[in-house]
């Protein structure tokens, strides 16, 4: 299933996708078990909203070997882990704000993971049935600031920060599915989930010994090789076997 949050004449739904046909739903499918309605719209005639609203955003760094390498950073031993402000997050079709031309801001393409239950101690074995589902997720990131605060917080949580969407997929395989990011028509990040260093199972081991996730929460699990800088009337695509394409653009 593909659950989308949208808004159309100025009401926000909640629906599954098919193709391009979004079925109403009869609640918000992150506070518990949803219907389908008899009412239909077309994804062309809608906005497509955030698929959540986090209240807890966490992301884990340095969890691919080889983007590790490209920053000359080692290795963490255990996950690296680190909150954003959920007030960061956008959706599909929206534009990026770079709050200065004089820093190096960089996108990064990740798999996002949609929290479906409360988790606290999960084991790695039973990790998986808390997730709803995932959502293609976009960490971008002002290096200039992460170099000078070495804390991720500010860096990485200006408004417009953290694109998220287009749809959560119930259905993914996380641990084989393919994460590409395309900037300008230009692919500049090609990899395979994989390549995670921890996986999802043991992230959400691992974040759950410390914190309680709730639904909703979102849980970005690190970004493959190719990170580079953005630039106004930039054009991002990052695609998700299975999930979707987020778009988005840096706003002139
Ligand atoms: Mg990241």
Same mark, same amino acid.
């Given at each position: 299933?593909?659950?989308?949050?949208?808004?159309?004449?100025?009401?926000?739904?909640?629906?599954?996708?098919?193709?391009?046909?979004?079925?109403?739903?009869?609640?918000?499918?992150?506070?518990?078990?949803?219907?389908?309605?008899?009412?239909?719209?077309?994804?062309?005639?809608?906005?497509?909203?955030?698929?959540?609203?986090?209240?807890?955003?966490?992301?884990?760094?340095?969890?691919?070997?080889?983007?590790?390498?490209?920053?000359?950073?080692?290795?963490?031993?255990?996950?690296?882990?680190?909150?954003?402000?959920?007030?960061?997050?956008?959706?599909?079709?929206?534009?990026?704000?770079?709050? &200065?031309? %004089?820093?190096?801001?960089?996108? +990064?393409?990740? !798999? /996002?993971? =949609?929290?479906?239950?409360?988790?606290?101690?999960?084991?790695?074995?039973?990790?998986?049935?808390?997730?709803?589902?995932?959502?293609?997720?976009?960490?971008?990131?002002?290096?200039?600031?992460?170099?000078?605060?070495?804390?991720?917080?500010?860096?990485?949580?200006?408004?417009?920060?953290?694109?998220?969407?287009?749809?959560?997929?119930?259905?993914?395989?996380?641990?084989?599915?393919?994460?590409?990011?395309?900037?300008?028509?230009?692919?500049?990040?090609?990899?395979? &989930?994989? %390549?995670?260093?921890?996986?999802? +199972?043991?992230? !959400? /081991?691992? =974040?759950?010994?410390?914190?309680?996730?709730?639904?909703?929460?979102?849980?970005?699990?690190?970004?493959?090789?190719?990170?580079?800088?953005?630039?106004?009337?930039?054009?991002?695509?990052?695609?998700?076997?299975?999930?979707?394409?987020?778009?988005?653009?840096?706003?002139?």
């Amino acid at each position: 299933m593909k659950y989308i949050r949208y808004r159309k004449e100025g009401t926000i739904h909640y629906g599954a996708l098919e193709g391009d046909t979004i079925t109403r739903l009869d609640g918000n499918y992150i506070e518990g078990p949803v219907q389908k309605l008899s009412t239909g719209d077309s994804l062309g005639e809608v906005e497509v909203l955030a698929p959540t609203e986090p209240r807890q955003l966490l992301a884990i760094g340095l969890n691919y070997a080889l983007h590790a390498e490209e920053q000359g950073k080692p290795l963490p031993e255990e996950p690296m882990m680190f909150m954003l402000s959920p007030t960061a997050v956008i959706g599909q079709n929206a534009g990026i704000t770079l709050p &200065t031309e %004089d820093h190096r801001i960089d996108y +990064e393409a990740e !798999l /996002a993971v =949609v929290i479906g239950k409360e988790a606290k101690d999960v084991t790695k074995e039973e990790a998986l049935s808390y997730v709803l589902g995932y959502t293609c997720g976009n960490d971008i990131s002002d290096r200039d600031l992460q170099k000078k605060d070495i804390q991720y917080t500010r860096a990485k949580s200006y408004a417009t920060f953290k694109p998220l969407g287009p749809v959560i997929e119930t259905e993914l395989d996380p641990s084989h599915t393919q994460i590409k990011l395309t900037l300008n028509g230009e692919v500049k990040q090609d990899s395979n &989930t994989s %390549d995670l260093i921890h996986n999802v +199972e043991e992230l !959400l /081991a691992e =974040v759950t010994k410390v914190m309680t996730l709730q639904p909703g929460d979102v849980l970005m699990t690190g970004t493959p090789s190719g990170v580079g800088p953005l630039s106004p009337g930039d054009e991002l695509e990052i695609e998700i076997e299975g999930i979707g394409k987020l778009r988005n653009y840096v706003n002139k």
